[in-house]
């Protein structure tokens, strides 16, 4: 990491670290004081863009529906699949609770990042203790991308989008493959709610689906 000097903030990231067994230890050795900032999504949907973006580069690899169970018939996960581990975020945190507190973490909706960004840009800076420069008008909403691209008032520069690998249209995926991973992940993610003090709204978000 680079030096940070007196009135300065150094942002560095890894979405793996979150997942990592061995992160929270090793960063709390190095800078006890760190703030954590993790997006978290609808882990059925991510499941799947995680797969679109795997498929994109092995597209010979099986289907989503293959990977995603033990046992198709008994309707068994395989949790141990990468995609499918990651969202299981309770699990994760449990681990990195062990070494720093929960108001050093703050938690940014995925979702709401897509229909709000600036409110939630709004929390991350109040989180990092900064004054709140960026505000709704850095942002526009992309609609062949179908995310918020970020672009600066004061000058006629293009806005900045994100790449190619995002927002990549995901396979149609078994609506039974589907209702299985949210019963799977349910649980999981009351038991998220409840460690975070927040209700992402998953469920109610399948519901209106």
């Known amino acids: 990491m680079p030096k940070t ?17 061995e992160a929270p230890k090793r960063i709390h050795s190095m800078a006890k004081d760190t703030k954590l900032i993790v997006v978290v999504r609808n882990p059925v949907t991510r499941a799947i863009s995680d797969y679109t973006q795997t498929l994109s580069k092995k597209p010979e690899i099986p289907t989503f529906e293959v990977l995603a169970f033990k046992n198709r018939t008994l309707g068994l996960i395989d949790a141990s699949w990468s995609a499918i581990r990651i969202g299981i975020y309770a699990l994760h945190l449990e681990n990195w609770l062990q070494y720093f507190p ?27 203790g900064l004054k709140r420069v960026v505000t709704e008008k850095h942002f526009y909403f992309n609609k062949t991308k179908g995310f918020p691209c970020l672009k600066k008032p004061e000058d006629t520069s293009a806005p900045r989008c994100l790449g190619k690998s995002k927002g990549r249209t995901h396979p149609r995926i078994d609506p039974d493959v589907i209702h299985r991973l949210r019963k799977f992940y349910r649980p999981f993610n009351v038991m998220f709610y409840q460690m975070t003090g927040q209700d992402f709204q998953w469920e109610q978000e399948e519901n209106d689906k």
Do not use: W
């Open 102 to 128: 929960l108001s050093q973490i703050l938690f940014v909706s995925g979702e709401r990042l897509i229909v709000d960004p600036a409110g939630e840009m709004a929390k991350v800076q109040d989180f990092l």
């Open 5 to 21: 000097l007196e009135g300065q903030i150094t942002m560095e990231k890894t979405p793996s670290y979150f997942v990592t067994n």
